[in-house]
């Protein structure tokens, strides 16, 4: 198995195929209300506390899954990318949302109300048992994100979250990704001040790891990245 192939079943919801080749009238239960919303970057899609409303599907952009703690700051621990479904924790479980969700780049996001999300599930067994088996892996998934913090270096987890985020970004070859991210919401991935982030930066691009761009960041030496992540 590729590295980048292990990266995305390891650190990655794969919830993308959640309403793939359903029944048309479970199709039309979920289509019948849905909305696509324009988000700004840095705009909140829900937040941490709040009621749920619905389940939303990223159609177009980024959007950083976070949580606050007690002294203000941010901790993000996952980045959704493109067709990717968020929120469906909540509403399943009745609770307030456990995290809070905010927009990378400028995104449209699908949205889809609490009463239509709950009618499909309980009409297709097909989406009941998918979403069953998508919980059960996001749960791997969370625990992943942990060791990585538990276990890992700051440097092992600079390499680390900058592989992981390619996976997101990646469109087509991987050394023309480009992975836009702003240095205070990658120190908060990676779990370490804004000032050491930035001094990793410096070394990655000393030791021709990577190359960078104001918010850009390029990946020059995957392999050596890989080796850096301690990864395998």
């Given at each position: 198995?590729?590295?980048?192939?292990?990266?995305?079943?390891?650190?990655?919801?794969?919830?993308?195929?959640?309403?793939?080749?359903?029944?048309?009238?479970?199709?039309?239960?979920?289509?019948?209300?849905?909305?696509?919303?324009?988000?700004?970057?840095?705009?909140?899609?829900?937040?941490?506390?709040?009621?749920?409303?619905?389940?939303?599907?990223?159609?177009?952009?980024?959007?950083k899954?976070?949580?606050q703690?007690?002294?203000?700051?941010?901790?993000?621990?996952?980045?959704?990318?493109?067709?990717?479904?968020?929120?469906?924790?909540?509403?399943?479980?009745?609770?307030?949302?456990?995290?809070?969700a905010?927009?990378?780049?400028?995104?449209?996001?699908?949205?889809?109300?609490?009463?239509?999300?709950?009618?499909?599930?309980?009409?297709?067994?097909?989406?009941?048992?998918?979403?069953?088996?998508?919980?059960?892996?996001?749960?791997?998934?969370?625990?992943?994100?942990?060791?990585?913090?538990?276990?890992?270096?700051?440097?092992?987890?600079?390499?680390l979250?900058?592989?992981?985020?390619?996976?997101?970004?990646r469109?087509?070859?991987?050394?023309?990704?480009?992975?836009?991210?702003?240095?205070?919401?990658l120190?908060?991935?990676?779990?370490?001040?804004?000032?050491?982030?930035?001094?990793?930066?410096?070394?990655?691009?000393?030791?021709?790891?990577?190359?960078?761009?104001r918010?850009?960041?390029?990946?020059?030496?995957?392999?050596?990245?890989?080796?850096?992540?301690?990864?395998?």
């Amino acid at each position: 198995m590729e590295i980048n192939e292990l990266l995305n079943k390891q650190y990655s919801f794969n919830n993308q195929d959640l309403f793939s080749d359903l029944p048309d009238s479970v199709c039309d239960i979920i289509k019948s209300n849905m909305m696509t919303l324009p988000f700004k970057a840095g705009q909140y899609i829900f937040k941490e506390g709040e009621k749920p409303k619905g389940i939303y599907r990223v159609k177009k952009g980024k959007v950083k899954k976070l949580t606050q703690t007690n002294f203000g700051a941010q901790h993000i621990f996952y980045m959704c990318k493109e067709n990717e479904f968020l929120g469906y924790h909540a509403v399943l479980s009745k609770e307030t949302y456990a995290d809070s969700a905010i927009a990378l780049v400028d995104s449209d996001i699908d949205f889809i109300s609490e009463l239509d999300f709950i009618q499909a599930v309980n009409t297709s067994h097909l989406l009941s048992q998918r979403l069953l088996k998508n919980l059960s892996h996001e749960f791997r998934v969370y625990i992943n994100a942990t060791k990585i913090l538990a276990k890992h270096t700051v440097r092992e987890r600079a390499a680390l979250n900058l592989l992981i985020l390619e996976t997101k970004f990646r469109n087509g070859s991987q050394k023309d990704t480009e992975i836009i991210i702003n240095r205070d919401d990658l120190a908060s991935m990676v779990g370490t001040a804004k000032e050491s982030l930035v001094r990793m930066l410096k070394d990655f691009k000393e030791e021709k790891l990577i190359t960078s761009k104001r918010s850009s960041i390029f990946i020059e030496d995957y392999e050596g990245l890989v080796k850096v992540a301690n990864f395998l």
